[in-house]
Nanobody, 124 residues
Framework: QVQLVESGGGLVQAGGSLRLSCAAS????????MGWFRQAPGKEREFVAA????????YYPDSVKGRFTISRDNAKNTVYLQMNSLKPEDTAVYYC?????????????????WGQGTQVTVSS
């Protein structure tokens, strides 16, 4: 079992930055690839970023590429999402997720564990 707890969400003006953190329980964090997803009201859950178990590869959709950066610290059992140049359309609840595989990381159904989410609101 892995428990995930997100933090760092909040209200920010367009063009601003936020850093989300996701702390994982357990001693096998490095065995899990990690992903960030988001869901806005009335919309489906959307892939935001993913990082492989070693941290050697990262993945982003075009909508956030160049603005968001995912990273992990396996010694601290934590994955981060640095979000820069935020836009109002980035407003959503952001979730981190864990999966024991480095494949198909953009697919939400692949993930085994999910956090409770943290709200990010970007004002125009």
């Amino acid at each position: 079992q892995v428990q995930l707890v997100e933090s760092g969400g909040g209200l920010v003006q367009a063009g601003g930055s936020l850093r989300l953190s996701c702390a994982a329980s357990g001693r096998t964090f490095s065995s899990y690839a990690m992903g960030w997803f988001r869901q806005a009201p009335g919309k489906e859950r959307e892939f935001v970023a993913a990082i492989t178990r070693s941290g050697g590869s990262t993945y982003y959709p075009d909508s956030v590429k160049g603005r968001f950066t995912i990273s992990r610290d396996n010694a601290k059992n934590t994955v981060y999402l640095q979000m820069n140049s935020l836009k109002p359309e980035d407003t959503a609840v952001y979730y981190c997720a864990a999966v024991r595989s480095d494949y198909s990381l953009s697919t939400s159904s692949r993930y085994d564990y999910w956090g409770q989410g943290t709200q990010v609101t970007v004002s125009s």
